[in-house]
């Protein structure tokens, strides 16, 4: 879900081919707001999410942990 006034700049291989010279699926960033949250049960491949400004929550080993500038969450 991303939420209403969430803005989000996203590019793919298909539009930037260095992008698949280095097995990366998809590059973006988001300006996250009340609303945005997504759900990855079972992971197909690796994410890393940074945060550089603002915070928010991630679950790691089912705690909730706060990501805040500076900080990153990476995915298996």
């Known amino acids: 879900m991303v939420g209403g006034e969430t803005r989000e700049w996203l590019v793919a291989p298909e539009t930037?081919?260095?992008?698949?010279?280095?097995?990366?699926?998809?590059v973006g960033r988001s300006q996250a707001r009340q609303g945005f949250r997504f759900v990855r049960a079972r992971p197909g491949?690796?994410?890393v999410l940074a945060c550089v400004?603002?915070?928010g929550r991630?679950?790691?080993d089912?705690?909730?942990r706060v990501c805040g500038p500076?900080?990153?969450y990476l995915t298996p």
């Open 16 to 26: 930037c081919p260095a992008l698949a010279e280095h097995d990366l699926r998809l």
């Open 45 to 47: 491949f690796g994410q």
């Open 53 to 55: 400004a603002g915070r």
């Open 58 to 60: 991630v679950m790691v």
């Open 62 to 64: 089912g705690e909730w």
């Open 70 to 72: 500076g900080g990153a």
